[in-house]
C-alpha cells in the first residue's frame, strides 16, 4: 500500500520525498501488469503493455479477493496500439483512446495487442465499488467532448468525458482525458480542489525529452513535480492540480470520492496562489 503524506508534512517534504509521495513512474513495462495500490480512495493504478501473448488481470493480495473486480470496478484508457480486451465471455475492441468500463463482478479480464511491435498500452484505473454496473465500451471519438481555453491563455484544450454521469454508468469512477492543442501548454489553469474526490493524472503524448511542470500543494503553499511522458500524478481533496509543458500534451483525469458531479470543486482565483 502506497501512503500519501498530508497537507502539513508535504510543505516540509525535500524533491525527492515529494517525488516518491505523489508521483507513480514505471507503470507501462513491456509483457507485464504492473499495478500499485494507493490510500487515496483505495485506487488501484496500473499499466499493462501485452506482447506476444495476452496478459490476464488478477487480484493482487492487498485486495483479498478472489478475483480483480470482486468488489471493484475499472476504467481502462489505450494509449497505444490497437488490441483487445475480453471480459468475461465478451471480447471489446480497443484503438487508440478507446475506454473501457469494467463492472464490478466480472470474473476474468484479459489485455491483448494486435502487434507485439506496436503494442496497445493500457493505462488501468480501479475504484472500490457499492453496485455493479454494465462492462461499457467507449470509442474515443464517441465520447461526450469540450472545447476550452483560448490560444491567447496557450490553454486551448478538448476535454472528453468517458466515465460520468452522462456516459458509462459507474459506481463511483469518473474519468476522461483532455488534449491540449498545438501552441496550447497549460491545463486547468486557474485551478481548483475537490474536497469530495480525489483525483489522478497520468500525463501522454509527450514526445523525447519533453516535461510538465506539474503544479500541487494547498493553495497558498504550492509545490511542484516535473513530469515525464506515461507518469502519474496523485492529488489528494486538498491539492490544487494544475501544470503547463514545454510542449503540448495529453491527460487522462480519473476521480473517485463521495459523489460523481463533474462540476463539484472549489475554484481557486489567481490572486490566492503562492
Known amino acids: 500500500m502506497h501512503y500519501l503524506p498530508d497537507a502539513q508534512r508535504t510543505k516540509h517534504l525535500t524533491t525527492d520525498e515529494l517525488r ?24 488501484v493504478l496500473g499499466g499493462a503493455v501485452p506482447l506476444h501473448r495476452p496478459l490476464e ?24 496500439g490497437p488490441g483487445t480486451v475480453a471480459v468475461d465471455d465478451a471480447s471489446h475492441t480497443m484503438a487508440s483512446r478507446d475506454v473501457l468500463y469494467v463492472g464490478r463482478g466480472s470474473r476474468r479480464i484479459s489485455l491483448a495487442s494486435d502487434d507485439a511491435s506496436a503494442p496497445a498500452r493500457y493505462y488501468l484505473v480501479s475504484y472500490p465499488a457499492q453496485a455493479s454496473h454494465p462492462t461499457t465500451h467507449i470509442a474515443a471519438a464517441s465520447a461526450a467532448a469540450t472545447e476550452l481555453g483560448s490560444a491567447e491563455q496557450a490553454n486551448r484544450r478538448r476535454l472528453a468525458k468517458f466515465i460520468h454521469g452522462g456516459g458509462a454508468a459507474s459506481a463511483q469512477l469518473v474519468m476522461g482525458v483532455t488534449e491540449l492543442m498545438p501552441g496550447s501548454v497549460w491545463n486547468t489553469m486557474p485551478s481548483h480542489t475537490h474536497t469530495r474526490r ?11 525529452d519533453a516535461t510538465v511542470v506539474h503544479l500541487m500543494g494547498e493553495p497558498g503553499e504550492t509545490r511542484h513535480l516535473v513530469v515525464r511522458n506515461e507518469e502519474a500524478v496523485l492529488s489528494p481533496p486538498w491539492s490544487i492540480h494544475s501544470g503547463c509543458g514545454t510542449t503540448s500534451y495529453a491527460f487522462c483525469w480519473a476521480m473517485g470520492g463521495e ?15 503562492k
Open 198 to 208: 480525489t483525483e489522478v493524472y497520468l500525463y501522454f503524448g509527450l514526445p523525447g
Open 20 to 43: 516518491a509521495g505523489f508521483l507513480v513512474q514505471s507503470l507501462f513495462v513491456p509483457g507485464t501488469i504492473s499495478l500499485r495500490h494507493i490510500d487515496l480512495d483505495r485506487v
Open 259 to 273: 459523489n460523481q458531479d463533474f462540476t463539484d470543486m472549489q475554484a481557486v482565483h489567481m490572486r490566492e496562489l
Open 57 to 80: 488481470l488478477h487480484a493482487p493480495a492487498s485486495l483479498a479477493a478472489e478475483y480483480f473486480t470482486e468488489r471493484r470496478e475499472l476504467g481502462i484508457l489505450n494509449i497505444g
